[in-house]
């Protein structure tokens, strides 16, 4: 790779070549750019260095790209940044811009984010959209400058307004989280609504998911489902793997679109086979539960297991439930604790009461009414009516904690108000409301 490098520079830096006329410059460099079209980036290439070895900037900016996409020649961060560095050399805005990407990356060259920024303030200030976007992105996260959110969003504007859909999109983001001087929330949700219009029309993904949230809950624009599995449905069909799981949910409950298990499936297939955890989860409740797929046991547990992996509380507690009742594994109270621990230590109260209800009973763990209680506790507290019907229970029994029937009555009735009908017997049979 060395030898490789000082060849490469001599060629662009040491060794002069016979001075051609620029219609020839242009010729090759004209050339390199339909081949590069049409796709033939190997000859492509060849173009663009014979114009990059005569000092044009846009062969050189060009022939950066390919050798930093690996396009007709190696993958070569290095050669990349050499090109670009000649390139940005002669005020060329664009490579100015990608050699900053580099340094903010540590691609090629050293990670340096000042340097991005010096990078990208000059190609900004000649008016080139995307440093203007990379710009606000650095004073946005404080890279290379202090965070500064009132000069992130002037960037963000000064490209938005160019219709660079990225920066619409981040625009957007900055009137949603009211980081945009606004009196009237109403108006800057409106106002968020434009921008990601603006690039979701454009095709940008990302802003095609947020449209397709506005719509769903109603934020800036009426509350309109088909409107939302509109957006989502085009996002999804570029390959973005959080419109694909929302899309499922639409097709599995009949939300803008038909309701089709099915279809759901198969779009939440596309997003777990990328790493979605959402996904994931509910593509193993289908296997667990036989919806829109035939009951597969199996292909439940590799798919919670995938998401549990990621740490999704339900994906933790569906582990759980399998093997608490042996659902296509062996019957196994210790793992299915080991599972429900990990969903509770995140405060998924599910979770947290079936924990408590295996100390009750001793399944996985030894009996403990006192560790019970204090899982009990912590679900009923977030509302979970099995755990405060069962903390009553203790209350009421005097286990893992002292005996005491008004406290027992309390949680009594805290679970029957949420409609739940074993509390409601037993306070009937005490005398006593809710």
Same mark, same amino acid.
């Given at each position: ?30 050339? +390199? ?66 050699? +900053? ?36 992105? &650095? %004073? ?22 160019? +219709? %660079? ?8 983001? &900055? ?218 229970? &203790? ?16 949680? %009594? ?22």
């Amino acid at each position: 790779m060395k030898r490789i490098l000082i060849l490469f520079t001599s060629i662009f830096t040491l060794i002069p070549t016979f001075a051609q006329s620029q219609a020839e410059i242009d010729r090759w460099y004209n050339k +390199g750019v339909e081949l590069y079209k049409q796709g033939n980036y190997t000859e492509a290439v060849n173009w663009l260095r014979k114009a990059a070895e005569q000092g044009d900037a846009y062969a050189q900016n060009n022939l950066g790209y390919c050798y930093q996409h690996g396009l007709g020649v190696s993958k070569d961060y290095t050669f990349a940044a050499i090109l670009y560095r000649q390139a940005a050399e002669k005020g060329l805005a664009e490579a100015q811009n990608s050699l +900053g990407i580099l340094h903010l990356n540590g691609e090629g060259v050293a990670k340096d984010y000042a340097e991005a920024v010096k990078l990208f303030r000059k190609a900004a200030e000649k008016g080139h959209a995307s440093a203007q976007y990379n710009l606000g992105g &650095c %004073y946005y996260n404080g890279w290379g400058v202090p965070s500064d959110i009132a000069e992130a969003v002037k960037w963000f504007r000064k490209a938005a307004e160019q +219709g %660079y859909a990225p920066a619409q999109c981040n625009l957007g983001v &900055c009137y949603e989280n009211g980081l945009v001087d606004y009196n009237n929330y109403d108006e800057a949700k409106k106002e968020a609504v434009k921008w990601y219009r603006k690039a979701a029309e454009q095709g940008y993904a990302l802003a095609q998911l947020y449209l397709g949230y506005y719509y769903k809950q109603g934020f800036g624009v009426a509350k309109d489902y088909t409107e939302a599995a509109k957006w989502w449905r085009k996002a999804a069909e570029q390959g973005y793997a959080r419109a694909q799981c929302d899309l499922g949910s639409c097709y599995f409950v009949g939300s803008g679109v038909p309701e089709d298990r099915a279809e759901a499936v198969k779009w939440w297939h596309k997003a777990a086979e990328q790493g979605d955890a959402e996904a994931q989860y509910r593509l193993g409740e289908c296997y667990h539960k036989g919806q829109g797929v035939p009951q597969n046991y199996t292909e439940a547990v590799k798919w919670y297991r995938k998401a549990a992996e990621q740490g999704y509380d339900d994906a933790l507690f569906g582990l759980g439930e399998i093997y608490y009742y042996g659902d296509g594994v062996s019957q196994n109270y210790a793992e299915a604790v080991k599972w429900y621990r990990k969903a509770a230590e995140q405060g998924y109260a599910r979770a947290q009461f079936n924990l408590g209800l295996c100390y009750y009973r001793g399944r996985g763990v030894p009996q403990d009414y006192t560790e019970a209680v204090r899982w009990f506790r912590m679900a009923a507290d977030q509302g979970n009516a099995d755990a405060q019907y069962n903390l009553g229970v &203790c209350y009421y029994n005097g286990e893992g904690v002292p005996q005491d029937n008004d406290e027992a009555v309390k949680w %009594y009735q805290k679970a029957a108000q949420r409609g739940y009908e074993p509390a409601q017997n037993v306070l009937k049979e005490l005398g006593k409301t809710w």
